[in-house]
């Protein structure tokens, strides 16, 4: 597996853990795949390395001599695949049967799609299968000028997974034949219930994730709206609070964010915190909460599987199509960040779910079981052309 930016992401932790697992359950040994990080030292961090072999990619910037180096070379042979082959050379002690790029939004990025693509081809041409698992794609990017290379190399692929329908009916559109719709393999992810903190009441505290991506894509008036949520909450409901963050990277750090939140409230009696632990354990505590508002995807995907009533901050396709794969529509579920105009707007969408959050939780309760089981296919997938590999 590759494209894996490293578990300070927990929805990249999720994404892996549960794809292993998947394998793992199949007959396939830990020991026998590898996943290609950029962070090798945040997955062993999150133990992520008990559950497959963890390679560290090769940092092209990691020195002045070797930069110039590649780029003298790459001059010369015209090889455009020359960076990739150097970041990817510590996996290549092995022969691969399957290359899977792991999904998630990475092609929802146009500074990433060049290298998406080179590593597919890559891979191809060292005649290894390669797959793309749960992937999410703006429409958009597959129509108009342009998108005929992002279309061919995703017509590549032997196996293309997408993980809601939107993504599926425009890859489907674009003529992507060797696909197959699955909800996020995370879901399938087993939580781990530590002792709850001190001021996390079971079954009676409202989770929160804000991500600094959100507030970026946001308008001006997201940080405000989500404050006024959590002061209403902590003024005419009896819930307390839980910061839960989900990124925890030096550059992205959901904690921030979250830190401003907790700063503002200035109710430490009713209002926490929650460290950084794995994926998880994270979900375990998602698991326990009465309801949960997030921003970040996987952090939303937690609370779903866990049938906790949940309003989504989303900020691209996969919010408001994974909301509308489940429960029918994206109304009342999903608050747009860019739609964001006034302080209360959050506030109403909340208090909508409020109301029906007994028929929320009843709902998630009799679907998560059968949409979990879903999920599973991409493992599903994968082990199927490996066993076409084998024999």
Same mark, same amino acid.
């Given at each position: 597996?590759?494209?894996?930016?490293?578990?300070?992401?927990?929805?990249?932790?999720?994404?892996?853990?549960?794809?292993?697992?998947?394998?793992?359950?199949?007959?396939?040994?830990?020991?026998?795949?590898?996943?290609?990080?950029?962070?090798?030292?945040?997955?062993?961090?999150?133990?992520?390395?008990?559950?497959?072999? $963890?390679?560290?990619?090769?940092?092209?910037?990691?020195?002045?001599?070797?930069?110039?180096?590649?780029?003298?070379?790459?001059?010369?042979?015209?090889?455009?695949?020359?960076?990739?082959?150097?970041?990817?050379?510590?996996?290549?002690?092995?022969?691969?049967?399957?290359?899977?790029?792991?999904?998630?939004?990475?092609?929802?990025?146009?500074?990433?799609?060049?290298?998406? $693509?080179?590593?597919?081809?890559?891979?191809?041409?060292?005649?290894?299968?390669?797959?793309?698992?749960?992937?999410?794609?703006?429409?958009?990017?597959?129509?108009?000028?342009?998108?005929?290379?992002?279309?061919?190399?995703?017509?590549?692929?032997?196996?293309?997974?997408?993980?809601?329908?939107?993504?599926?009916?425009?890859?489907?559109?674009?003529?992507?034949?060797?696909?197959?719709?699955?909800?996020?393999?995370?879901?399938?992810?087993?939580?781990?219930?530590?002792?709850?903190?001190?001021?996390?009441?079971?079954?009676?505290?409202?989770?929160?994730?804000?991500?600094?991506?959100?507030?970026?894509?946001?308008?001006?008036?997201?940080?405000?709206?989500?404050?006024?949520?959590?002061?209403?909450?902590?003024?005419?409901?009896?819930?307390?609070?839980?910061?839960?963050?989900?990124?925890?990277?030096?550059?992205?750090?959901?904690?921030?964010?979250?830190?401003?939140?907790?700063?503002?409230?200035?109710?430490?009696?009713?209002?926490?915190?929650?460290?950084?632990?794995?994926?998880?354990?994270?979900?375990?505590?998602?698991?326990?909460?009465?309801?949960?508002?997030?921003?970040?995807?996987?952090?939303?995907?937690?609370?779903?599987?866990?049938?906790?009533?949940?309003?989504?901050?989303?900020?691209?396709?996969?919010?408001?199509?994974?909301?509308?794969?489940?429960?029918?529509?994206?109304?009342?579920?999903?608050?747009?960040?860019?739609?964001?105009?006034?302080?209360?707007?959050?506030?109403?969408?909340?208090?909508?779910?409020?109301?029906?959050?007994?028929?929320?939780?009843?709902?998630?309760?009799?679907?998560?079981?059968?949409?979990?089981?879903?999920?599973?296919?991409?493992?599903?997938?994968?082990?199927? $052309?490996?066993?076409?590999?084998?024999?």
């Amino acid at each position: 597996m590759y494209a894996h930016g490293g578990s300070g992401n927990h929805g990249c932790e999720a994404i892996v853990d549960s794809l292993c697992t998947g394998l793992s359950q199949r007959g396939i040994p830990a020991d026998s795949i590898t996943v290609l990080s950029n962070s090798s030292e945040e997955d062993r961090e999150y133990g992520l390395d008990r559950k497959c072999r $963890i390679i560290r990619e090769r940092s092209v910037n990691s020195s002045f001599i070797t930069h110039s180096a590649l780029y003298m070379q790459r001059a010369l042979t015209r090889d455009d695949e020359l960076f990739l082959k150097y970041r990817y050379a510590p996996a290549m002690d092995r022969d691969y049967d399957l290359a899977v790029s792991i999904g998630g939004d990475n092609y929802c990025y146009p500074s990433m799609v060049p290298d998406l $693509i080179r590593g597919n081809l890559m891979w191809k041409n060292k005649g290894v299968k390669t797959m793309l698992a749960g992937c999410s794609i703006e429409p958009e990017l597959l129509k108009g000028e342009g998108a005929g290379a992002l279309i061919d190399d995703l017509k590549r692929y032997d196996a293309v997974t997408a993980r809601e329908s939107v993504t599926y009916n425009a890859l489907r559109d674009a003529g992507i034949t060797r696909l197959y719709r699955f909800p996020d393999p995370a879901f399938t992810l087993r939580p781990e219930r530590e002792p709850l903190p001190e001021g996390f009441l079971h079954g009676n505290t409202l989770g929160v994730n804000l991500s600094e991506m959100a507030m970026e894509d946001g308008t001006d008036k997201l940080f405000p709206a989500v404050l006024t949520v959590l002061k209403y909450v902590l003024k005419e409901t009896d819930m307390n609070i839980c910061m839960i963050p989900h990124v925890v990277w030096k550059n992205n750090d959901d904690r921030r964010p979250l830190k401003k939140l907790y700063d503002e409230l200035g109710d430490p009696g009713r209002v926490i915190m929650l460290p950084d632990h794995s994926a998880r354990v994270q979900k375990g505590f998602i698991s326990r909460l009465r309801m949960f508002m997030g921003a970040r995807t996987h952090s939303v995907i937690a609370a779903y599987s866990e049938g906790v009533p949940t309003l989504a901050l989303g900020y691209s396709v996969k919010a408001s199509a994974i909301a509308k794969d489940i429960f029918g529509k994206e109304e009342n579920f999903v608050v747009p960040v860019q739609m964001v105009n006034d302080s209360d707007d959050i506030l109403k969408e909340f208090q909508k779910l409020l109301d029906q959050e007994n028929g929320v939780r009843t709902f998630l309760s009799d679907q998560m079981p059968d949409y979990i089981k879903m999920a599973a296919g991409t493992a599903d997938v994968m082990a199927a $052309i490996l066993g076409g590999s084998h024999g």
